[in-house]
């Protein structure tokens, strides 16, 4: 293990902090940043998050996705959790917290609009960073593709009506230049790139090493982009800290249920620990360049709503970190129950 992935939490931490004070020392250099953007994904770090997914992608072994389908359990944990469970609950963590519990500490139409951007967050199931947490909890690689592919497939037709069944709202435009810029920038390239890689390497032993080589450099990226993600957001985070912290509590506990239900209904039904991970993982993060961008397009760019989309990008990383460990941890667990007698 590397020293960048032995104190990954310590580098996050310090990235954390300085994409804050790099936000409120160079305004002009992060505005410039926030300035590349195409249909409300940011170049810089569609790039940074690029890095990140190649190396996965290279592990990718095309004759393998034909045996994906063999496993049905883990793509079934993952559609039931993203699409039947995910949305609903966090729009009742919603509405339980900025309508009672946080009732008399916020304006009734500002809890409106943090409850909308919760609810965008909670129906759009990440697709690009699943890969890195993924290679970081030694997820099989063809089959976290093969689990992002279906929930991908899976927004095209279900996103737009749980939103607007949620939301009381009937006329969502799905910003599709997102979803399909995203998808193809975050999965279909570095696949591609992956694939002609293996061909270019050949041997299954120069694809190993290359990948120890090319690993470390995943890390560097994603503590690149937690400073710019940060960095971007930084003013905001000084200025509006305690709407931030309450935006952040029915985030964090619909994080940590969600990966709990999906983790402990794979060791139940005897997952392995390669798929279990990635397929908990996936419901507990979320697409945020989606759900930020509708968040915009239906409330405004300075609206509450946006705001709870963007505290959910700010709370993922470390989140999802935590949930790394923690699944790291449990894997002897998997491993026992695996051998266990059905």
């Not at 954390?16 to 770090?45: D, F, K, R, W």
């Not at 997952?271 to 968040?295: D, M, Q, R, Y």
């Amino acid at each position: 293990m590397s020293i960048f992935e032995r104190y990954l939490s310590l580098w996050i931490a310090l990235a954390m902090a300085g994409g804050i004070l790099i936000g409120s020392a160079a305004p002009v250099l992060v505005a410039a940043i926030a300035a590349a953007e195409v249909a409300s994904v940011n170049l810089v770090v569609a790039v940074l998050i690029w890095a990140m997914v190649y190396p996965m992608m290279v592990g990718v072994d095309p004759g393998s996705l034909k045996g994906v389908a063999k496993q049905p359990k883990g793509l079934a944990i993952t559609l039931t959790v993203n699409w039947l469970v995910k949305p609903f609950t966090m729009a009742a963590l919603g509405v339980l917290f900025f309508e009672f519990v946080f009732a008399d500490l916020i304006a009734p139409e500002d809890a409106q609009q943090y409850i909308a951007g919760l609810i965008l967050l909670g129906a759009a199931p990440c697709t690009a960073m699943v890969f890195v947490w993924s290679q970081l909890t030694h997820g099989d690689e063809s089959y976290t593709l093969f689990q992002v592919s279906i929930n991908d497939l899976v927004m095209v037709f279900a996103f737009a009506p749980i939103v607007a069944f949620l939301l009381g709202v009937t006329d969502i435009a799905v910003p599709w230049e997102t979803l399909v810029l995203s998808v193809v920038m975050f999965v279909a390239l570095p696949l591609a790139a992956g694939v002609w890689t293996r061909k270019r390497l050949g041997s299954a032993a120069r694809i190993d090493a290359f990948r120890e080589r090319i690993k470390p450099w995943s890390v560097v990226g994603l503590i690149a982009t937690v400073v710019i993600l940060f960095g971007l957001q930084g003013q905001v985070i000084l200025d509006r800290p305690q709407v931030m912290a309450m935006i952040a509590v029915p985030i964090l506990i619909q994080s940590y249920g969600i990966f709990v239900l999906a983790y402990t209904s794979a060791w139940a039904l005897r997952v392995p620990h390669k798929i279990a991970a990635p397929c908990a993982l996936i419901g507990t993060s979320n697409f945020f360049e989606l759900a930020v961008a509708v968040a915009i397009s239906l409330f405004g760019l300075n609206s509450g709503a946006a705001l709870a989309t963007v505290v959910g990008v700010l709370v993922e990383v470390p989140v999802m970190l935590s949930l790394v460990a923690l699944a790291n941890r449990t894997r002897t667990s998997f491993t026992r129950r695996s051998a266990q007698p059905q």
